[in-house]
């Protein structure tokens, strides 16, 4: 069975750029979480999509938004990038909202800001 | 004060020997707790989670949950090189609240196993 995907593995961008993350969860797994691992800060909650909606979100400016298609796929953005944006970008999937305990994490994609 | 915290270590032991690692937290709507392993430059694995108090047993992995201490641990038995990782502890509340469906992670212990 295949694990979480994330796309793309890198992406360097500029301060003040936006960037788009891809995440495709394990089939049959309808909730998507998105969390931020940033150097000496340990992994932060970002936000949580189930059927298509926002079910949750942390404690991060409104320029971090996301969706999630009809096939549970999800999209990270970050608008206005700022260098502290620097981090690894992990997705992570459940079966379901009563299985949010249950979360199975993607390879992460490492976005550099400059 | 952090929800949850972990010693970082790092911490180094030779192989065979029993690991045992740790986190306590502060908020009591915490139901599920959870034990990650991390390599370099990996997603987290997740190696087991645990509802409430008790034990639960996974092979060598024991992990152990004391509510009424708010305290938790996992023990690894008969420790391998290939166990050299970060060890991330991870809780969650149940349904109805503000934390409901985050995973509120501690900073993560970084193990070695020296053969």
């Known amino acids: 069975e295949a694990g979480v995907t994330q796309s793309p593995t890198h992406l360097i961008k500029t301060r003040g750029q936006q960037a788009t993350l891809r995440c495709s969860p394990i089939?049959?797994?309808?909730?998507v979480y998105w969390y931020q691992q940033a150097l000496g800060l340990g992994l932060q909650f970002l936000l949580w999509?189930?059927?298509?909606?926002?079910?949750n979100r942390g404690n991060f400016p409104p320029r971090f938004s996301g969706r999630q298609f009809p096939n549970y796929s999800s999209e990270l953005n970050v608008n206005a990038l700022e260098l502290e944006d620097s981090a690894l970008y992990l997705c992570?999937?459940?079966?379901?909202?009563?299985?949010?305990?249950?979360?199975?994490f993607g390879p992460g994609t490492r976005l550099t800001v400059t | 004060q952090k929800e949850v915290e972990q010693d970082p270590g790092p911490l180094s032991v030779p192989e065979g020997a029993i690991v045992s690692l740790n986190c306590t937290y502060s908020?009591?709507?915490?139901?599920?707790f959870m034990w990650y392993r991390q390599y370099s430059r990996k997603g987290p694995e997740l190696l087991m989670y645990?509802?409430?108090?008790g034990n639960k047993e996974d092979g060598r992995f024991t992990a152990q949950v004391d509510k009424s201490s708010k305290y938790i641990s996992l023990f690894i038995r008969d420790s391998q090189p290939s166990d050299s990782a970060t060890y991330l502890c991870?809780?969650?509340?149940?349904?109805?609240?503000?934390?409901?469906?985050?995973?509120?992670f501690g900073q993560g212990t970084i193990l070695t196993v020296h053969p």
């Open positions: 999509y189930d059927e298509g909606e926002e079910r």
């Open positions: 991870a809780m969650s509340a149940n349904a109805g609240g503000t934390s409901y469906g985050k995973l509120t």
């Open positions: 908020n009591s709507a915490f139901q599920y």
């Open positions: 645990t509802y409430s108090s």
């Open positions: 089939s049959g797994h309808t909730s």
């Open positions: 992570a999937s459940s079966p379901g909202q009563g299985s949010s305990y249950e979360q199975y």
